[in-house]
């Protein structure tokens, strides 16, 4: 049998009430039942006592005459008196005068003295039957307690009814306790069960009274409310670690993606000089699974002598130093090769370096090749220098043989001259014609090496220091040069004040002269209108040299600085060199000169210099703007 | 022949100029006797070894381009002997190299005298000395 504490509430509460009514009723019951009999007893005791005295009393005469059928007459008077179940009438010695027995009861014997005597189920009353305080007979009564037996049963009878009934009624209000008790509590419990079951914390529990239950309905709603919220924190919390541990795995798939696609190798080392983390390129590059480098010391990852050649640089990013270099290692699984590498340390919370990462790139080919192009480029500049130098020579050669061979040229002239002069009367025929024809010949020959001269001189010329010329002196040399030529031709010449430039005056006062000297050689049918300006521009000096001549053709704007190019026929004379000249002298000075020009347009010829250094003192006082001077 | 008759120290190893020279000077009336030394190295020996006992010449015409030794150094031979020291001198040269001509300009010449290639130029060449000697005189 189940002990009391695990039956059901419901029964709990029915044995409860039965029992407590039980108890009470038939501690009431008992109560009253000995109250009762007590009571009763006591009045059944005065009762019997004055129903004694009384017949004693009405008997006395018939006692004292010794009349027995009076005395009989006076006990019939107890027929009334259903539980009595004897009277006897003694005389003073012992002997019944009368009795009175319905039931055949015998008398019992007479006793001297008064009193009740409770024997065997029935009381004994006896009394004196006195006269004038003088004792003439005894009374005797026997009564039945049997009334008492048939009370007490009764009263049993009466208790045991009702609680029939209270155990009835008992039975119905624990119907209706368990409705209003046992059903909240059953309903709580399930809901318990349930939300124990689904995890379901948002279930709440239905109050039907504001009694304890109502106070545990509410109390377990709270608890609910307490646990959903903390459930919902909890989950809460879940859902912000897998969020963590998402974003810690797309930021890990995102550093081996971008690893992935460098072309150096990324490595992680710790203090320990052992690897922690590698990219993918790394383990490829050391022909290693994956797998094999994590957690390895570095020197067994590729080898001790390998390690040693990168030692130096380990020491030196522990140190906190952030150290790139390039060096030649040993590796043990792929070889010597040449690496570059960036170390950066890295530092633990405390601010101590606890290791470092690396960037390595195998620029083992990349050696290779500068080590061509080093070799190729020795190649080049001997190649180079070889080619100045015969280039040099070949300058130097052409100079030198533009003036000598002036010389012989000269004497063929002279002399040529001379035979004219001397025996040209004695010629006959063609003869003196043709020796003219040698003076001529010779004559352009030696132009052609006096022009060649002056080129080659340009360059030829270079170990002379560079001075500060004037431009408009080196212009009135040109002109003077040119008096001949601009006398007969009727040329104006107009031009700006111009600037110093730096370098050679013959060169300067060569490259205005043939600037001019084409201008009025290749002049139109008008006189010719020269204007030469000056101008600043991008921190050079820009000088035109413009004219109204024939102009030139597009098409020629280049050819005509190519030496020996001419685009005219013996017309007009010349060499072909003047504006290879001029290029070569504005260029030896860091210009560039440039024709714009159209046929009938007239040409402009410009070109560019580097501005001259001015003096100091015309620098202090001149005042120019700073950065005019900064873009010298 | 009333005038003076010049003693000139020629030095140039092309013939052909020694005769245009003698030449020039015929055709300017100059009366003159030319020491012609057609060699720098003879050049320079003769400039060291005249004495003051022998006359000087009254003017040294010199080319620059010679043989073993160049113009330049005779004309120093020529300044370093006190017997010669103050003679006149005339540079005459082919269209020399700028650099030779700066050179030769810094020397203390009287006259630089460039080689004309046409013959009437030349010839004016003795006119030139002969006004040259003139104001020597």
Redesign the interface.
């Known amino acids: 049998m189940r002990p009391f504490r695990d039956i059901p509430i419901e029964r709990k509460l029915l044995v409860a009430i039965l029992a407590t009514t039980a108890l009470a009723l038939l501690l009431s019951g008992l109560s009253f039942l000995v109250l009762d009999t007590v009571w009763f007893r006591q009045q059944l005791r005065r009762d019997l006592s004055a129903l004694a005295r009384i017949i004693a009393e009405n008997s006395t005469a018939a006692v004292a005459f010794d009349d027995a059928k009076s005395a009989g007459e006076t006990l019939t008077a107890l027929r009334e008196r259903p539980h009595v179940l004897a009277a006897c009438i003694y005389r003073l010695d012992g002997s019944v005068l009368a009795s009175y027995s319905p039931a055949g009861q015998t008398c019992p014997p007479p006793r001297a003295f008064g009193g009740l005597v409770l024997r065997g189920g029935r009381i004994e009353v006896f009394q004196t039957i006195a006269l004038k305080d003088r004792p003439v007979g005894h009374l005797a009564l026997l009564y039945d307690l049997g009334e008492i037996a048939e009370r007490l049963r009764l009263y049993g009878l009466l208790v045991l009814a009702v609680l029939l009934i209270s155990g009835a009624i008992a039975v119905r209000s624990s119907v209706r306790l368990r409705e209003r008790i046992v059903a909240p509590i059953e309903e709580l419990a399930r809901d318990a069960a349930h939300v124990a079951e689904t995890r379901d914390y948002t279930i709440r529990a239905r109050k039907q009274s504001r009694d304890e239950l109502g106070v545990l309905v509410e109390s377990f709603n709270a608890m609910l409310f307490s646990i959903q919220s903390r459930d919902d924190d909890l989950r809460k919390a879940l859902a912000d670690r897998e969020q963590a541990l998402a974003q810690a795995k797309n930021a890990r798939d995102q550093l081996e993606m971008i690893t992935d696609t460098m072309a150096s190798a990324v490595t992680r080392c710790g203090r320990d000089h052992r690897l922690i983390w590698a990219s993918r390129q790394y383990s490829r590059w050391l022909n290693l699974p994956p797998g094999q480098i994590a957690g390895q010391p570095l020197a067994g990852v590729i080898g001790e002598n390998a390690f040693a050649a990168l030692r130096p640089f380990i020491d030196r990013v522990l140190a906190g130093e952030r150290v790139e270099y390039e060096v030649e290692a040993d590796f043990k699984t792929i070889g010597p090769r040449w690496i570059r590498g960036t170390y950066v340390p890295t530092r633990a919370a405390n601010g101590e370096v606890d290791g470092w990462v690396a960037e390595l790139s195998d620029i083992t080919a990349l050696k290779r090749a500068q080590a061509d192009v080093v070799e190729i480029n020795r190649q080049l500049q001997r190649l180079n220098s070889s080619l100045a130098r015969s280039n040099e020579d070949l300058e130097r050669f052409a100079?030198v043989a533009s003036?000598d061979l002036?010389?012989p040229?000269?004497?063929v002239?002279?002399?040529s001259?001379?035979l004219i002069?001397t025996y040209g009367r004695e010629l006959r025929g063609e003869a003196a014609a043709f020796i003219d024809n040698i003076v001529d010949g010779?004559?352009r020959m030696?132009t052609l090496l006096?022009d060649l001269?002056a080129y080659t001189?340009i360059s030829a010329?270079i170990e002379?220091p560079v001075e500060n010329v004037d431009l408009n002196a080196a212009l009135e040399t040109a002109k003077s040069h040119l008096k001949a030529a601009i006398a007969e031709s009727g040329a104006q010449i107009a031009s700006d004040p111009l600037p110093s430039a730096r370098g050679h005056e013959?060169h300067f006062v060569s490259l205005l002269q043939n600037l001019i000297g084409n201008a009025i050689k290749y002049r139109s049918a008008d006189p010719p209108r020269i204007r030469i300006a000056a101008g600043r521009q991008g921190g050079e000096m820009r000088i035109e040299v413009s004219d109204n001549g024939i102009g030139i053709a597009p098409e020629y704007h280049q050819k005509i600085f190519v030496p020996f190019k001419r685009l005219h026929g013996r017309k007009i004379p010349g060499s072909g060199i003047g504006l290879a000249i001029c290029q070569r002298v504005v260029e030896r000075y860091g210009g560039r000169i440039w024709v714009e020009s159209q046929v009938g347009a007239g040409s402009k010829f410009i070109f560019t210099l580097p501005e001259a250094a001015p003096p100091a003192r015309e620098a202090a006082s001149a005042g120019e703007a700073p950065h005019e001077r900064a873009a010298l | 022949m009333s005038a003076p008759r010049y003693k000139i120290l020629v030095v140039e190893d092309n013939p052909s100029d020694v005769e245009l020279l003698r030449l020039a000077f015929k055709q300017a009336g100059l009366d003159c006797e030319l020491t012609v030394i057609g060699d720098g190295g003879d050049a320079l020996d003769f400039v060291r070894r005249h004495s003051p006992a022998d006359q000087p010449p009254d003017l040294a015409i010199l080319d620059l381009n010679l043989p073993r030794r160049d113009g330049v150094e005779v004309l120093g031979g020529l300044r370093a002997n006190p017997a010669l020291s103050e003679v006149p001198v005339a540079v005459l040269s082919s269209a020399s190299l700028p650099r030779e001509r700066a050179r030769v300009e810094a020397l203390r010449i009287r006259r630089y005298i460039q080689k004309p290639s046409e013959l009437d130029e030349f010839l004016k060449i003795g006119g030139q000395v002969k006004e040259l000697l003139r104001q020597e005189k």
């Open positions: 100079y003036h002036q010389e040229l000269r004497i002239t002279t002399y001259q001379l002069r010779a004559r030696q006096a001269l001189g010329e002379r013959g």
